[in-house]
């Protein structure tokens, strides 16, 4: 079998017709396809969006800043800038009525800190308040722990470490801060980091409230404060006066640190006008030096002394017994610390005598030469009076009682001031309470006290019978003082004053308001008692005879009275007393003594308080200029004849 060839291929002519063909399907492309990328305007228009809104934020909050809290917060920037800081008023001075200082001011410093640089931060030391502490504790006298708080003290660049330190406490800590500068200044050239451990503490001008006679005139004068207020005495009464208006000063700072380049704003501090008081202070020396020895000889409790000009009520002296330096109050006893002559209410005793005799000759009830006869014991109401020792029957005169100092007697003379017992009461009041008895003195002292005398239709049974000798009524030294003024004044009672003036800043003096004046009794009423009261001390069989002084006419009182002790309310120990004027028949000084619970020696008033007025009453005669009258005393009799 012969092969088959295959079948030749036509190869078309050119004018040969395609042959139809079927479609066959298209291979896939190996070749990759391209990536068609998105429009970027939409990405475009959100970035933009998003930058608008931020423009906008910081747009709106520069528009805040600058135009609608401009103003708050250019006073943050200003306070975070300038500091201001109070200048402190100088304090007026106090003197006596010659011009002494009794109490100054002289230059001080206030201790201060900024905590912000006792920080970690800051100072690049863990424990730099400690540090500083430590060092600053033994000058400032304080503890170390209190002062490391202070310096720890939070969100603060100002604390007052102590105030009114010395300028020799300052000059200490400035010595120790410039060796720590030099030190730090060193360990800085080393590369080390140069810590001076004081260099925030810093100081500012203040004063200091100094006394320069210690202990004299404390109880008048009182004391300041740690703020340098006054917190006691005249220094409280007169703080607005003597205190001054404090200043201001604002300055720029950094870092803690005055900028000395920049401007100051000073609104100047104006100082307090200085208080010239109606004390004398060697008279006030005398008074309380004699007072003094006497309490702690007679082991008392307290005592007091004071002394009055009798025309113009004017204080010469106020000593109190014990008193204290307020110069250093950490060493004063709390109960010496006010004014006793003002603070304290007792009974008087027979000092109080003069009113009722008073009453009496002003109502014309008695004569000074009226004959009282008086015995051992006088029953009334519910008791038994008795004087001070026990006699036989006395034949006195109305001034033999008041020389002689009988209970009795005082008892029956004031019995005849009305037809009944509780008419004499209320007449008897009536006097009291014109002799400023029961009312304030008119001082307006801090503490005072009024003193205690009941409604005449108050009083007890024994009351009505206690209160002519001086028992049952209560008041203070100076309203003692005062009703032996109004005698020795003609009757007038002067309201007693403490301060003459004021002068002010600008060196003009502002005298004090005059005193008011009252008439108690009659001229007439008032010299028969001088006389009555110059038997006391004259006369030899008067309870004052120690209260003589060669050369002067002398007329006073004692007074020896049960005493209510303040602790318990019930009468313990006595009240010795002694008052008086001088001289006799153109009085001039007022002196009264009175020293509470005497429990060593005698404790009666003549004995141990008249040698007082003695002493304090001489020496203020002899200050002051005063000579004798050069009269005879009138020579009143004590005692008549039994029969006449």
Not at 574 to 603: K, L
Request: a positive charge; one cysteine or more; charged letters at 20%.
């Amino acid at each position: 079998m012969t092969a088959k060839e295959p079948p030749r291929r036509r190869v078309p002519g050119p004018s040969a017709r395609p042959a139809a063909r079927r479609p066959r399907p298209a291979a896939p492309s190996r070749t990759p396809q391209s990536i068609k990328l998105g429009s970027p305007r939409p990405r475009l228009r959100l970035v933009s969006l998003g930058l608008t809104m931020v423009m906008l934020a910081f747009v709106v909050r520069l528009l805040q800043v600058q135009a609608v809290d401009a103003s708050a917060y250019a006073a943050k920037a200003e306070k975070n800038r300038y500091a201001s800081y109070k200048l402190t008023a100088e304090r007026g001075e106090i003197t006596d009525r010659r011009g002494v200082a009794l109490a100054t001011s002289v230059d001080a410093y206030d201790i201060t800190a900024d905590p912000t640089m006792f920080t970690k931060e800051e100072s690049k030391v863990p424990d730099a308040p400690e540090q500083a502490a430590a060092l600053l504790a033994p000058i400032l006298g304080q503890d170390a722990k209190a002062v490391a708080a202070k310096l720890r003290t939070p969100k603060t660049k100002y604390v007052v470490l102590a105030r009114r330190q010395t300028p020799q406490t300052w000059n200490q800590i400035k010595d120790l801060k410039s060796v720590f500068e030099d030190k730090a200044r060193a360990d800085r050239a080393r590369g080390g980091p140069g810590v001076n451990a004081l260099a925030g503490v810093f100081q500012e001008p203040s004063s200091k409230r100094v006394y320069p006679n210690g202990e004299l005139a404390a109880g008048i004068l009182g004391y300041v404060n740690a703020d340098g207020k006054g917190a006691g005495g005249l220094e409280s009464k007169l703080n607005e006066e003597l205190a001054g208006k404090d200043g201001e000063i604002t300055y720029a700072q950094s870092g803690g640190r005055r900028v000395p380049t920049v401007s100051a704003r000073e609104n100047p501090a104006v100082p307090g006008s200085d208080i010239e008081l109606t004390i004398d202070r060697d008279i006030q020396w005398a008074a309380q030096n004699a007072i003094s020895k006497q309490v702690a000889e007679s082991a008392a409790d307290r005592g007091y002394v004071i002394v009055q000009d009798t025309r113009t009520g004017e204080v010469l002296a106020m000593a109190n017994a014990p008193g204290f330096d307020p110069n250093d109050l950490s060493e004063a006893n709390a109960a010496a610390m006010g004014n006793a002559a003002l603070q304290d209410v007792y009974e008087p005793g027979s000092t109080s005598k003069v009113m009722s005799m008073a009453a009496v000759l002003e109502e014309e009830a008695a004569t000074p030469g009226t004959h009282v006869i008086v015995p051992n014991r006088l029953h009334r109401g519910d008791r038994l009076f008795k004087d001070d020792i026990d006699h036989p029957t006395w034949y006195l005169t109305l001034n033999g009682v008041l020389a002689k100092s009988s209970n009795i007697g005082t008892i029956l003379a004031t019995g005849q001031l009305g037809k009944t017992q509780a008419q004499a009461n209320k007449v008897l009041h009536s006097y009291l309470h014109k002799f400023g008895i029961g009312s304030p003195t008119g001082l307006g002292y801090p503490g005072e006290s009024r003193g205690i005398l009941a409604e005449p239709e108050d009083w007890s049974t024994s009351q009505q019978y206690t209160i002519p000798f001086g028992q049952g009524l209560s008041l203070n030294a100076m309203q003692a003082a005062s009703v032996y003024s109004t005698i020795a004044n003609g009757g007038v009672r002067v309201e007693p004053t403490l301060v003459r003036g004021a002068k002010g800043p600008d060196g003009t003096f502002v005298p004090a308001a005059a005193p008011k004046k009252t008439r108690v009794v009659s001229e007439k009423t008032a010299k028969t008692l001088a006389a009555m009261l110059e038997s006391v001390v004259d006369d030899r069989e008067g309870t004052g005879t120690k209260a003589k002084i060669p050369g002067y006419r002398v007329g006073g009182k004692t007074g020896t009275s049960n005493r209510v002790d303040p602790a318990t309310g019930r009468y313990k120990g006595y009240t010795a007393s002694f008052a008086g004027f001088a001289p006799a028949d153109a009085p001039r000084i007022t002196v009264y003594c009175a020293i509470q619970n005497p429990t060593r020696g005698s404790y009666f008033g003549g004995q141990i308080c008249g040698p007082i007025y003695q002493q304090v009453m001489e020496f203020a005669l002899k200050t002051l200029q005063i000579a004798p009258t050069g009269t005879a005393p009138a020579g009143l009799p004590v005692t008549f004849a039994a029969g006449e």
